[in-house]
């Protein structure tokens, strides 16, 4: 089961780059494989970085976003960047590695554009290693939403808050 956390629509890694006005640009929604993960790419993201203590988090923040388990009504054709896949492919290490997107969204273009009409990409965390999906707005049929929660009464939050250090404040 996929998992994600509902944001606003903001530049990702795999967000399509070219201008708004663009007749062919698309639409990404990236999930997670865990609450953990989620958590991290969503909320957390670069905000630990240099700190050694407790991270404060206003408790209002995650009441303000939604955790959803998401399953697939139908098979994902996905590109997969994990392990070696993304070196044997020739796609640069930057596109799932980098903390700049800039390049991931070129590369994102090209795969969404090639003509086996991808669903999206499998790739690993650049925080943590664990599983992301990007799914391309074209397929998002292909999903369905089991259940969706405040973040904060997500099944899990209390463990994850212990293992990022982060308190409610």
Known sequence: MDRSIARRRAASRFSDPRRRTAANRFGVLHLGDSLKVCFLETV??????GLVDDLPIDEMELTQRRYSEIVTTAALRLIDLRGDRAVRM?????VVRAQRQNLARRWSVAFHEHPSQLDGIIYPSRLNGATNLAVYDRSIGKLQSKRVVTLLGAPGLAQVLEDFRVCLT
């Open 44 to 49: 957390l993201r670069n905000r630990r970085e």
């Open 90 to 94: 020739g796609v640069p290490t930057d």
